[in-house]
């Protein structure tokens, strides 16, 4: 507010400029004005965030999972009878991944194989929970999954594939997305967005599959112990599993996606 002290010098100073036409002498005093009140304004406002402020993560870490490897393109073993050339939610899974995901740390290099890009992020986990069964969304699913009602386009979408997990090995963290599930079970919602533990079975109880690019960025061995959390989108920061893949939600955010068509289940951290 313009105190009578400032109007004061306001007429003060026009009144030493008599020769000035009286539209000028009208739009001086406006633009004084102006001037003046934007200054006690910046005296007590706090200026505007030029960049938003990290919020602090709405998921629970769940300690010491019993974690193993899987890859896109793996063959049936004793303790893992089912194939992944398809994923739970991806009937073309090696191909629409652009390949065979070679374990051998030989024929890997910068977290991806030696022989090919991946056309998906070469950055995925397995957790034994499907949102979706027969084609139909799972009756608990709205129910226990924190995420539902921002995520639902439709019946039968799942709303949990492309979802961000931390992963906590030692002192490292890598970031992936949920692209199948395993191990061993589809249903234990109990664990996944609970608190149970994971259920018995043949490899120890685990709990968690993680991608060879996750195993190498941690530093795992082939079945180790782990950490992890969900966590939105906006709380990944810049790192290799933010480079490579059509599913990618930085990939296609670079690329000036509607993230609300192409990744809803992500979409709410952009909003």
Known sequence: MIKPRHILILLSVLALVPH????????????LARSLRETAISKV?????TTPTRMASRFPWKKNIVTTVFWVGEKPTKNNPVPNHKSSWDTRWVYNFGGYD???????????????????????????????TKGKTKPEAPKVIPWFREAFQKPGRSVCKGRWLAIRHKNRIAYAQWEDCGPFRTDHWQYVFGNERPRPNLNQGAGLDVSP???DYLGMTGKDVCDW??????????????????????????????????????????R
């Open 229 to 270: 959390k969900f966590v939105d989108a906006t709380e990944v920061p810049n790192g290799p599993w933010t480079r490579h893949g059509d599913n990618n939600t930085f990939v296609m955010k670079r690329r000036g996606a509607d993230l609300d068509v192409a990744d809803r289940n992500n979409a709410r951290s952009f």
């Open 213 to 215: 690019a996750v195993r």
């Open 102 to 132: 070679n374990p051998d740390p030989a024929a890997r290099r910068d977290f991806i194989p030696k022989n090919f890009i991946p056309r998906q992020n070469p950055f995925y986990v397995a957790l034994p929970y499907n949102d979706v």
């Open 20 to 31: 000035r036409a009286a539209a000028d002498l009208s739009a001086d005093f406006e633009k």
């Open 45 to 49: 406002e706090p200026p505007v965030a």
